[in-house]
């Protein structure tokens, strides 16, 4: 069995950043013209303002991503997590989330928040056991369907 590890984003995993993010967006909601916007340049959207990609790697397999997105004022969206559906229930979301929070506190920066959804039940609980707490989001959100809005209190 092939051991799972956690990698830095090269512009060759970008189609596996798109392809990851479109395979749940389709699934649960639908692609909002930022996701194609951040997907299709991720090395322009995220990277270059100082934000991180990660990915989970199992064998010679993508299965998972997460970006942390400098938002401005040392201030981080942790978006974009993704994995693949074969790959859910095996611990893939909470490596990348521990592995995106480390990162995070590398940065030695103000804050992290996200956004998601209250349908997204395993997603939101896996949040709160990291150290994420709602909050009332304090502008509105690009995202059409984002209705949960948490912060980084860990």
Same mark, same amino acid.
């Given at each position: 069995?092939? +051991? !799972? *590890?956690?990698?830095?984003?090269?512009?060759?995993?970008?189609?596996? &950043? /798109?392809? %990851?993010?479109?395979?749940?967006?389709?699934?649960? &909601?639908?692609? /909002?013209?930022?996701?194609?916007?951040?997907?299709?340049?991720?090395?322009?959207?995220? !990277?270059?303002?100082?934000? @991180?990609?990660?990915?989970?790697?199992?064998?010679?397999?993508? +299965?998972?991503? =997460?970006?942390?997105? @400098?938002?401005?004022?040392? +201030?981080? *969206?942790?978006?974009?997590?993704?994995?693949? *559906?074969?790959?859910?229930? %095996?611990? +893939?979301?909470?490596?990348? !989330?521990?592995?995106?929070?480390?990162?995070?506190?590398?940065?030695?920066?103000?804050?992290?928040? %996200?956004?998601? @959804? #209250?349908? $997204?039940?395993?997603?939101?609980? $896996?949040? /709160?056991?990291?150290? &994420?707490? @709602?909050?009332?989001?304090?502008?509105? #959100?690009?995202?059409?369907?984002?209705? =949960?809005?948490?912060? &980084?209190?860990?």
């Amino acid at each position: 069995m092939s +051991v !799972l *590890e956690i990698i830095d984003y090269q512009s060759s995993y970008q189609p596996d &950043f /798109e392809r %990851l993010n479109i395979e749940w967006l389709e699934k649960y &909601f639908r692609v /909002e013209p930022i996701d194609r916007e951040v997907l299709g340049d991720p090395e322009r959207h995220v !990277l270059a303002g100082g934000g @991180h990609i990660l990915f989970a790697r199992k064998g010679d397999d993508i +299965v998972g991503t =997460v970006a942390l997105k @400098h938002a401005g004022d040392g +201030v981080y *969206e942790l978006t974009k997590m993704a994995v693949t *559906e074969i790959a859910q229930g %095996l611990g +893939v979301g909470k490596a990348l !989330l521990d592995a995106v929070i480390a990162r995070f506190r590398d940065l030695d920066a103000a804050g992290m928040y %996200l956004e998601s @959804h #209250s349908s $997204l039940a395993v997603a939101v609980g $896996l949040y /709160e056991r990291a150290g &994420f707490v @709602h909050e009332p989001r304090p502008e509105p #959100s690009p995202y059409e369907r984002a209705d =949960v809005y948490m912060v &980084f209190r860990g």
